[in-house]
């Protein structure tokens, strides 16, 4: 079993539409919860970065972290075409899990 | 703010040339450095990490190797290229356990082999 696993999709949504992805996740150690976001041939980009429990909210983004469930959500509101791209989940933690440990990417198309 | 370079962007070698790429951090001292492979359509694969200068750390035994002659330089070499090797190369640059080890990524290396 993956320490982190995350549902590859693909994923197509209209435009306007709230795109929920998800990851979960077996290490408790597990503290610090990020997403990025990956366009076709680019680097990944930080979207969000979540320290412990709860949500946080950045424009049309909301990243919620459910450490009791070990699962990891970002929301995506009024999504648009731009926002398509492959979405990756990453945590890390203390002690075994003190390196960045990534999900395989869910890819999203947007479509207009 | 920091930026992260890699060069070059696209390389095709042929099978058992090497390979030399290189990485480099602005705008930050002592960063934790990284080298990753994703394979088309897959996750990202650690491949190398290093925490200081001459200090790398292996995750994956193969033909390829790391070294970080500077604080803020990362090169990712092979002295013979498999088929195998063919993928997308991402620097990283991290801020170490403080921050939970957020990282930050270069803009890719491509290669293919053949």
């Known amino acids: 079993q993956k320490e982190v696993e995350q549902d590859p999709g693909p994923l197509s949504v209209p435009e306007g539409a709230i795109v929920s992805l998800n990851c979960t996740y077996s290490n408790s150690a597990f503290q610090y919860f990020m997403w990025y976001r990956q366009y076709s041939r680019k680097g990944p980009e930080l979207l969000m970065y979540?320290?412990?429990?709860g949500n946080k909210e950045d424009g049309r983004f909301t990243a919620q972290v459910d450490k009791s469930s070990k699962y990891i959500s970002l929301f995506i509101r009024d999504s648009q075409p731009s926002d398509s791209a492959t979405y990756l989940c990453?945590?890390?933690?203390?002690?075994?899990?003190?390196?960045?440990?990534f999900g395989s990417g869910t890819q999203l198309t947007v479509l207009p | 703010s920091q930026t992260i370079h890699q060069w070059p962007a696209t390389l095709v070698q042929p099978v058992g040339s090497p390979l030399s790429l290189e990485c480099t951090v602005e705008?930050?001292?002592?960063?934790?450095l990284y080298w990753y492979r994703q394979a088309a359509g897959r996750g990202l694969q650690l491949l190398f990490y290093?925490?200081?200068?001459?200090?790398i750390s292996s995750e994956v035994p193969q033909n390829l190797s790391a070294s970080r002659p500077q604080d803020r330089q990362f090169i990712l070499s092979s002295k013979k290229l498999l088929l195998s090797d063919s993928g997308f190369y991402l620097c990283a640059w991290g801020t170490g356990l403080a921050d939970g080890d957020t990282q930050y990524f270069g803009p890719g290396t491509r290669l293919t082999v053949l």
């Open positions: 979540t320290y412990s429990s």
């Open positions: 290093s925490v200081g200068i001459g200090q």
């Open positions: 990453a945590m890390s933690g203390t002690g075994s899990a003190r390196q960045l440990t």
């Open positions: 705008g930050t001292s002592n960063p934790n």
